[in-house]
């Protein structure tokens, strides 16, 4: 596979080089073609490589799904499947296939303890959200984590090290990281690119008659001189049918003018399982001609957060509704698109007629159709007030942009925005303990690709004994205080961010807070598998923490979802005898607590 890629490679350079400056694209479209035949290839090629017996079931029960992939989930497309585990953990993982276990990663959130497992045919599975390990994995990272003294550890074991074979147990399932819930999560990654490829294309296989349902549909003005129903902003309208064949409600009629887009609400089901799943592919067309199209093969995880400009950003940040949109914003780099005309945008004219049909697919050939019709209707017929918002500054998307006041600095690289913003800003008195006004940046709800740089100016004296704990705050959707963390310098303290929002300037000076749970001072631990502790931060989150027995370093799991850490006895501590336990909780902003106790083991 790897000498393929490499004539590919070689091919795709010759294009860059003969046809580029034969063609009228701009290069980023013409990268994205390139890109998007080398990722087909790929992963035709694996698939040739892949006999269906190639791969085998990661677990011993029979396969349902909470998630699927492609699936939209919050600032990312679900890059694997979701196995239920019948609601527990501990049940047995099998590597999928003969290979060599080539990462183990364990995280705080997202993926939690994670297994990375090459295949010859240069596919990698993965499986995430473990409990625990085999034995000889196991003791591969447990001596990597005392080495660097960390709980968080990302190792790459050499090809030779751990070899595993096709139905070897290497794991028990768990709910580690960001999981909400006991299960597998599983994926299959190519080697050379890193991609999450579709596991459903290498015969891992579920079953599946029931084709994908759609809710709503979406309609979008997309500028000043744009209307549907006399109205300039999006708006739903109900649909309605079952098995695949969909329509508007009665009585529902759309009249247009100008540049519109369309989208809507839909999700895939499967047997023996409730769970909403995302669908495979969407396609729309405009008087029988294809317009826009995608389907979920591979995915980018440099590319994935531009998932906030696919779906509708506003919807799923408040209502927690998936919306596909089926037209591209200009700074919407996803490679999952194809034949799309005019980015999907739809130009009312005249009196045209536009009979309009959605087909929805899950990867199974479940589908489901929707049609409507759109009549376009000329401006000056339309009974709509024309209203432009105020806007501080426009800030283009393909430049960087600065924003300045006395008391605020905002700097936005280039690209970090999806489309050119019409720039809001207001501000507030503050609020109880800070130590600035409020500043209302844009709004809350309007998505950010990468990090900016926010800088605020203390209206109100810090101690000087407390500027190296002034941060930057805002509130999360629950109204809860948030930190986003920050220095300062020169009377400004400044921090990164990749939302809008309220910021204001604060102080934390308050320590984190340990809990012991089966320790006290003198305790007998002789019949104990562990040491717990239950630790927390008020305000801006646990940054590290370390644990001592006798003076050296014990490794302390650290469970943030429960706020518990737990140090499993092991050879490390010897028995009949008493120990000096020392631990210490840092936060975020350098806030230091610390607990020290003797006990018998």
Not at 172 to 200: K, M, Q, V, W, Y
Not at 278 to 299: A, C, H, P, Q, T
Not at 559 to 586: A, C, M, Q, W
Request: net charge neutral; aromatic share 14%; glycine share 6%.
């Amino acid at each position: 596979m790897v000498q393929a890629l490499n004539y590919f490679g070689a091919f795709a350079i010759i294009l860059d080089k003969l046809i580029y400056k034969k063609i009228k694209i701009k290069r980023v479209k013409f990268q994205i073609i390139l890109n998007f035949l080398i990722l087909n290839f790929l992963i035709s090629n694996a698939q040739r490589h892949c006999a269906p017996d190639f791969f085998s079931s990661p677990l011993d029960i029979p396969l349902t799904i909470a998630g699927n992939f492609g699936e939209l989930r919050t600032d990312h497309f679900h890059a694997g499947i979701d196995f239920k585990t019948d609601g527990v953990e501990g049940k047995n993982v099998y590597s999928v296939a003969d290979g060599y276990v080539s990462r183990v990663k364990i995280s705080l959130w997202g993926y939690g303890k994670s297994i990375y497992v090459t295949h010859s045919n240069g596919l990698v599975s993965v499986y995430a959200h473990l409990k625990s390990m085999s034995k000889k994995i196991d003791d591969f990272v447990s001596q990597a984590q005392y080495d660097t003294r960390t709980f968080e550890i990302d190792v790459f074991p050499s090809k030779n090290q751990i070899p595993v074979k096709k139905g070897e147990i290497i794991a028990l399932s768990g709910n580690t990281g960001s999981s909400g819930g006991p299960h597998l999560h599983f994926e299959i990654r190519d080697e050379i690119t890193e991609h999450a490829l579709n596991p459903f294309l290498f015969n891992f296989r579920i079953n599946d008659k029931i084709s994908p349902k759609i809710f709503q549909l979406y309609c979008y003005p997309l500028d000043n001189m744009s209307y549907v129903n006399g109205k300039k902003t999006r708006f739903g309208l109900e649909v309605t049918g079952s098995n695949g064949q969909y329509k508007l409600t009665e009585n529902s009629v759309i009249n247009a003018s100008g540049n519109v887009g369309f989208a809507i609400e839909t999700n895939d089901f499967t047997d023996l399982s409730s769970n909403k799943c995302g669908v495979y592919s969407l396609e729309l067309l405009d008087n029988e001609i294809r317009i826009f199209y995608f389907e979920m093969n591979d995915i980018s995880f440099e590319q994935t957060r531009y998932i906030n400009s696919h779906m509708d950003y506003v919807l799923n940040e408040t209502k927690n509704k998936k919306i596909h949109k089926s037209f591209l914003e200009p700074n919407n780099l996803l490679e999952i698109y194809k034949d799309v005309v005019n980015n999907g945008i739809i130009n009312f004219l005249n009196d045209s007629i536009h009979n309009l049909k959605y087909i929805v697919k899950d990867y199974f050939e479940n589908s489901s159709v929707f049609t409507f019709t759109a009549n376009a209707t000329k401006s000056s017929e339309i009974n709509a007030v024309n209203s432009t918002p105020s806007y501080e500054q426009v800030m283009p998307y393909n430049t960087e942009n600065f924003f300045q006041r006395e008391d605020i600095m905002i700097s936005i690289p280039k690209d970090a925005l999806y489309d050119t913003l019409y720039f809001k800003y207001m501000k507030s008195p503050a609020v109880a303990g800070a130590y600035s006004d409020v500043h209302i940046v844009h709004e809350k709800y309007t998505p950010i690709n990468t990090y900016y740089s926010v800088s605020l100016k203390a209206t109100k004296q810090i101690p000087e004994k407390h500027l190296d704990k002034a941060l930057i705050a805002t509130y999360n959707d629950k109204g809860r205080l948030i930190s986003l963390g920050g220095k300062y310098m020169n009377g400004f303290v400044t921090a990164e961010t990749r939302d809008f929002g309220k910021f204001f300037i604060m102080l934390d000076t308050i320590r984190p807070i340990i809990k012991p749970v089966n320790i006290s001072k003198g305790a007998n631990l002789s019949n104990s598998k562990s040491i717990l502790f239950n630790i927390s931060d008020s305000f801006s989150d646990i940054l590290f923490y370390n644990g001592y027995i006798d003076g050296k370093w014990v490794l302390f799991e650290y469970e943030p979802k429960s706020d518990k850490i737990t140090y499993f006895i092991d050879k490390h501590l010897s028995k009949g005898r008493n120990h000096k336990l020392h631990l210490e909780v840092t936060d975020n902003m350098n806030n230091v607590a610390m607990y020290e106790t003797e006990f018998y083991y």
